[in-house]
């Protein structure tokens, strides 16, 4: 069986990192989850000293603190994904954006790995005394909110989210991390590392 586990971004990954997300732009696909390195891809150095930033942030209603991580896969010590974890919220965070963004690179999807990586942000979150989780998908991502609600989410609100002139329909979740853990530990802890 596969294993996983997080890992701190770090000097070592930079190659693997910029990879990551030029893959992403590959497969024209939306980026999602990783403390903004696509806007550092040639600026890794300066990428580590912003989470660095991020993790001690005093939460204001521009920022909060978060953390990020890659999800690496044990076989072949591969970034399968990324997460970004903010540790509190704002009131604009708890309007859309939630606790918690994610992604897994185009070429690994559909293979039950975010669930794995939602599963692991739990955990985190459980560390740092969150109790309840929430998360925003797009309605018409199913892949996002079908991982939410594998992981115990309950949809609690949808609204419509209106940018630059185009608007979409937003599910909002609520995870209780506790519980959520528990009622999936029998499933992801054998994955871990
Ligand atoms: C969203 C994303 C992280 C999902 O990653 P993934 O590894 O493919 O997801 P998983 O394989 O763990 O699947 C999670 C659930 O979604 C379902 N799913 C995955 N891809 C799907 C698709 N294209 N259509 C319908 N359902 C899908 C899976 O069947 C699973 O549900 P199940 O447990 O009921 O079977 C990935 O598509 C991604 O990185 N997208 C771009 C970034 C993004 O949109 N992030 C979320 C922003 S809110």
Redesign the pocket.
Same mark, same amino acid.
């Given at each position: 069986m596969e294993k996983f586990y997080f890992e701190e971004p770090n000097i070592s990954r930079k190659e693997d990192a910029i990879a990551y997300i030029n893959e992403f732009y590959d497969y024209n #696909? +939306?980026? &999602? !989850?990783v403390g903004g390195l696509y806007r550092y891809l040639d600026d890794y150095e300066g990428w580590l000293k912003k989470l660095e930033e991020d993790y001690t942030r005093i939460p204001n209603e521009e920022k909060v603190p978060a953390r990020t991580y890659f999800l690496i896969r044990e076989s072949d010590s591969r970034i399968i $994904?990324m997460i970004n974890i903010r540790l509190s919220l704002n009131e604009s965070l708890k309007k859309s954006g939630g606790h918690i !963004?994610?992604?897994?690179?185009?070429t %690994?999807?559909? @293979? $039950?790995?975010? @669930?794995? &990586?939602l599963y692991l942000g739990l955990k985190v979150c459980q560390k740092y005394g969150i109790e309840t989780v929430l *998360? /925003? =998908? /797009?309605k018409e991502? *199913? =892949? #996002?909110w +079908?991982?939410m %609600? =594998?992981l115990g989410g309950i949809n609690i609100r949808e609204f419509i989210d209106e940018h630059d002139g185009a608007h979409s329909i937003m599910k909002n979740y609520e995870i209780n991390v506790n519980e959520s853990i528990k009622n999936n530990s029998n499933i992801f802890e054998p994955m871990l590392k």
């Open positions: #696909s +939306k980026i &999602n !989850g $994904g !963004g994610y992604s897994i690179r185009p %690994e999807r559909r @293979k $039950g790995y975010n @669930k794995i &990586n *998360l /925003d =998908a /797009d991502n *199913l =892949a #996002s +079908k991982t %609600e =594998a």
